[in-house]
């Protein structure tokens, strides 16, 4: 378990309860025609920009985050799926 985190949850707590279902743990299950995470080449601030607006198909995620340093957490996460 992470401990660095103090406040806020991790980032794979976030996105396995928000992110998953459609991108799956390990990011490639492309449900609804989600990207695969693992092939994404987005910057953070691009990553902040969909969680914020959403695109199509992802719905806009960040009212989820009840803390700053959620965001933080998710996007590093979402680009430690990559390869
Ligand atoms: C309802 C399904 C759904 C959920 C839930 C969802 N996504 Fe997505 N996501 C999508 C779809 C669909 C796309 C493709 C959007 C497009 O470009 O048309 C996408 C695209 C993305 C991208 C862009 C990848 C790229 O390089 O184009 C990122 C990053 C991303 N999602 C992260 C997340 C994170 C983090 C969460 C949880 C906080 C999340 N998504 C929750 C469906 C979802």
């Known amino acids: 378990m992470s401990t ?3 406040k806020g949850e991790t980032g794979i707590r976030l996105y396995e309860r928000n992110c998953s279902n459609c991108h799956g ?3 490639r299950l492309g449900n609804s025609g989600a990207k695969d ?3 994404s080449k987005m ?3 691009q ?3 969909i969680l914020e607006e959403g695109k199509n198909a992802m719905p ?3 009212m989820l985050m009840e803390n700053p340093s959620d965001m933080d957490s998710i996007v590093v996460f979402v680009k430690s799926l990559r390869k």
């Open 4 to 6: 660095d985190e103090p």
């Open 25 to 27: 743990m390990d990011g």
């Open 37 to 39: 995470l693992t092939a």
């Open 43 to 45: 910057t953070d601030e």
């Open 47 to 49: 990553i902040i920009e």
């Open 60 to 62: 806009p995620m960040a």
